[in-house]
């Protein structure tokens, strides 16, 4: 059963950088053609993807955050990861991964969310 | 990229069916089959419970359905059971490698 575990601080600074990374367990990271991302949930509000990775290292981003993202795969670790710059209390919210089979449309398989509030 | 178009809430009694649309443009929801539709009840992560406008994952009841008519897609859900109220999305593949979500509908059983 593919299970997906987010790990990562869960308070950072304003104007520091959040890093999260996604430990996949009970499948490959390389096994199939699939993509893995990251989407968003702020407290109350909606959901917002915030960008996707293949295991070749093509890396796909919402326009909205691109200048800000930055994610990456560690296939040898069966791990994927996140880093946002220059946050602000706007960044505040769940963070889920996720396996995605087209590259920003949510499949089946997501991790549990991690709640990073971003404040001083 | 705005957001998908969703009702913000819906509601329904037992037994009864109730739809959520959730409306974009030609560039996302009427450009692609690549629509679908996750529950998500509070403190969880989102469950996939319709894809590619109409197929459901294994285990997700038949009483989910999904369709699309132009820049507008629809999620049904039939003989309304208590454990169906939920928040619901929407997300539509937008071309350019892209991605977008609704606003999410909250799905009361009355």
């Known amino acids: 059963q593919l299970q997906l575990q987010e790990s990562g601080p869960g308070l950072v600074k304003p104007s520091e950088t959040l890093s999260l990374t996604c430990t996949v367990s009970g499948d490959s990271i390389i096994s199939r053609s699939y993509y893995w991302g990251w989407i968003r949930q702020p407290p109350g509000k909606g959901l917002e993807w915030i960008g996707s990775i293949h295991y070749s290292g093509s890396t796909y981003y919402n326009p909205s955050l691109k200048s800000r993202v930055t994610i990456s795969v560690d296939t040898s670790n069966n791990q994927f990861s996140l880093k946002l710059s220059s946050v602000t209390a706007a960044d505040t919210a769940v963070y889920y991964c996720?396996?995605?089979?087209?590259?920003?449309?949510?499949?089946?398989?997501w991790g549990q969310g991690t709640l990073v509030t971003v404040s001083s | 990229q705005s957001a998908l178009t969703q009702p913000p809430s819906a509601s329904g009694s037992p037994g009864q069916s109730v739809t959520i649309s959730c409306t974009g443009t030609?560039?996302?929801?009427?450009?692609?089959?690549?629509v679908s539709w996750y529950q998500q009840h509070p403190g969880k992560a989102p469950k996939l419970m319709i894809y590619?406008?109409?197929k459901r994952p294994s285990g997700v009841p038949d009483r989910f359905s999904g369709s699309k008519s132009g820049n507008t897609a629809s999620l049904t859900v039939s003989g309304l059971q208590a454990e169906d109220e939920a928040d619901y999305y929407c997300n539509s593949y937008a071309g350019s490698n892209t991605g977008v979500f609704g606003g999410g509908t909250k799905l009361t059983v009355l």
């Open positions: 996720a396996r995605l089979e087209v590259v920003a449309v949510p499949s089946d398989y």
């Open positions: 030609s560039s996302d929801v009427g450009g692609y089959n690549y």
């Open positions: 590619e406008v109409s």
